[in-house]
Every structure is written in structure tokens, then in C-alpha cells.
């Protein structure tokens, strides 16, 4: 995981664009069918327009899913 990918994802997360949206739609389908998405206790209160999403966590590489899907970073299982 790099940290400033992840950043970049929260500040996508915050400031929403038509484009950012469009992709992380296209990796929520994604993380919503995969075994790895798992529910996060302390992501209980994230929320998020993108519900396949909210509040889950990658446990391949730890990140939440909101800002994960929405940053530079890449998918530890190569799915997008
Ligand atoms: S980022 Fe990749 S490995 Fe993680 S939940 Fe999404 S599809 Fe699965």
C-alpha cells in the first residue's frame, strides 16, 4: 500500500468528479464480489454514495475501500 495513493483516493472521496466516479463505480462492482472485501468495525460511520462499498475494507492490503477505489493505488489481486 502506498500512503499517498491512498490519500489521493480520501481527497477523491471528498471532492467528487464525474470521471473518479465513473471508475470507482466500475472497482465497487468489483470489490462487492470479491472474498477479500471484508466489513470494517472502525469504517462503520464512512459513508458512501457507492453502498457495495461502504464500510469495507481491502484485507489483501488493508485499505478502505471508499478511498481505495478511488485513488491511484492498484488492486493487490490484479481484478482492476
Ligand atoms: S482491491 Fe482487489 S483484492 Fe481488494 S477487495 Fe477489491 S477486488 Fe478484492
Known amino acids: 500500500m502506498d500512503v499517498r495513493n491512498i490519500l489521493y483516493g480520501w481527497k477523491n472521496y471528498l471532492d467528487k468528479n464525474e470521471v473518479t466516479e465513473a471508475v470507482a463505480k466500475q472497482r465497487a ?20 454514495e457507492l453502498k457495495e462499498v461502504e464500510g469495507y475494507y481491502c484485507n489483501k492490503c488493508g485499505c478502505p475501500l471508499s478511498a481505495k477505489i478511488r485513488s491511484n493505488d492498484i488492486c493487490p489481486e490484479k481484478k482492476w
Open 29 to 48: 462492482t468489483i470489490c462487492a464480489a470479491c472474498p477479500h472485501a471484508k466489513k470494517g468495525m472502525l469504517l462503520t460511520f464512512v459513508k458512501d
